[in-house]
């Protein structure tokens, strides 16, 4: 499959860095796209940049309700769904004394319990059309370190999830991706090294990943920088 021709696509986290990236490659490549986030106005913005092709949709991923709509919306409108990218995410660092049980909660509910919601709400739908469901994880994910308590540990409950929904897709067909970028120059990463990766780098990995040969899947990619020889030190 060369690219995303009648093709419907979510994208949670759609409204900046990597998730705006993601909507607008998808749409470049054919495929109608649904934008959610809740930042209706960033949104708007993107889809006047692809007219008919991106719809923007206001969603916070943490609330059942508003999920549930969002898949329901697209489905409604498009007639299917072939692809799920679970992109939205939150961080917020500080040794486990110092993080706040808010901060604490804010991750489990937007990195763990939001791909969980889409996902249940979204298999229904993506098992007829033998889709694909991209988690985007994080190095931080499969290593820890100090400061990440908190973002470790809802990085890692994304990879247990996502093992999961492999063993019970695979049976209907069902791709289950995860990438796990290291730090990438968006705003989440608040001030990345220079060399850090680009959301137009992350981008083209998860496009090879939905785009992968008939009866391959990109099970899981760890994706990092290289760093200029002159810091390795």
């Given at each position: ?35 959610a ?65 808010e ?55 994304l ?75």
């Open positions: 499959m060369a690219d995303l021709q009648e093709k419907t696509v979510i994208v949670t986290g759609g409204s900046k860095g990597l998730g705006a990236s993601l909507a607008r490659r998808f749409a470049q490549g054919g495929a109608q796209v649904v934008a986030a809740r930042s209706t106005a960033a949104l708007e913005k993107l889809a006047e940049e692809f007219p008919g092709l991106i719809l923007p949709f206001t969603c916070d991923i943490t609330q059942t309700d508003q999920v549930k709509s969002l898949i329901d919306t697209t489905v409604d409108r498009f007639g299917k769904l072939d692809i799920l990218v679970n992109n939205a995410g939150v961080g917020r660092f500080g040794q486990i004394p110092e993080l706040s049980e901060d604490w909660d804010l991750m489990m509910a937007v990195n763990l319990k939001g791909p969980f919601l889409a996902s249940k709400f979204a298999i229904p739908h993506l098992i007829p059309t033998k889709g694909h469901i991209v988690n985007v994880s994080s190095v931080a994910g499969t290593v820890t370190f100090p400061g990440g308590g908190g973002y470790c540990a809802s990085k890692f409950g990879m247990a999830l996502s093992d999961v929904l492999t063993q019970e897709l695979k049976k209907h067909e069902v791709k289950v991706n995860t990438i796990c970028p290291g730090s990438i120059q968006t705003e989440f990463s608040g001030n990345p090294k220079a060399y850090a990766l680009t959301a137009e780098q992350v981008t083209e990995a998860i496009w090879h990943m939905v785009t992968a040969p008939e009866g391959v899947i990109y099970n899981q990619v760890i994706m990092r920088p290289q760093v200029p020889p002159e810091i390795q030190k």
